[in-house]
């Protein structure tokens, strides 16, 4: 019997999910949680998990951040991302950072479960509608890198913070001030949809940045 737990802020998914596992003879669900420090908190006092199966998107501390957290605090416990996102950067950003599987919302039930059993196993597994855009869309995306809408010294900026550098250090290094340092990192994060620096890094990192 696989344990697990589902995290969703939508209620109406959580019910669906508990309606789709009661069906199977495998699967039973031990804890729902709404938000990141629900998760934690059900993780912190109940080791009775065999999976994590995991919205991207949740109020609080979510997305990279969150499975950052678990990966560091709970070692061993598979996670599945469950998102309505299917962009192949965020796939890829997910697994780096520690995730099992990926699948999108709009998959099939059948994927569903398949990729919950394989993954509880120690597997790995993504969507493959979401596989085959990594595997023949990857040229378009590199060429329409979301990074060329910064200015030069934003990019420049954005490759510092990625190696490292504190924003100190970059306002000696460019010889500004650093209130123009953090003038200049508010943009570029709101500009790429950055919610950390750890996005930031991963981000760097798949686009060979970090030179």
């Known amino acids: 019997m696989l344990h ?24 039973t669900v031990t804890g729902e949680a709404a938000n990141g420090e629900e998760v934690l908190g059900i993780l912190a006092h109940n080791h009775n998990c065999d999976l994590l199966l995991l ?6 501390i979510s997305g990279i951040e969150l499975i950052a957290r678990i990966r560091k605090e709970h070692p ?15 796939a890829k950003r997910i697994f780096q950072i520690g995730a099992s ?8 039930q059948e994927t569903l479960v398949e990729a919950i059993r394989k993954v509880a196993a120690g597997g790995r597994f993504i969507d493959p509608a ?9 040229p378009q995306v590199e060429k ?3 990074h060329h809408k910064l200015s030069d010294r934003e990019l420049m900026i954005m490759k510092l913070f990625a190696q490292g550098q504190t924003g100190n250090e970059i306002a000696k290094k460019l010889s ?10 508010a943009n570029l994060m709101h500009k790429m949809n950055f919610h950390s620096i750890a996005e930031l890094v991963l981000y760097a990192a798949d686009y060979a940045l970090l030179d």
């Open 4 to 27: 697990i737990l589902i995290a969703d802020d939508h209620s109406v998914v959580r019910v669906g999910l508990k309606q789709l596992f009661s069906l199977m003879g495998d699967i």
């Open 55 to 60: 919205d991207l998107n949740m109020p609080g």
């Open 76 to 90: 061993p416990l598979p996670i599945l991302v469950f998102s309505m996102q299917n962009e192949p950067m965020i």
């Open 101 to 108: 599987g990926f699948i999108t919302k709009g998959c099939s």
């Open 130 to 138: 979401l596989a085959e855009l990594m595997i023949f869309d990857q």
């Open 144 to 146: 329409a890198a979301p």
């Open 176 to 185: 500004i001030s650093k209130k123009t340092v953090s003038t200049h990192k």
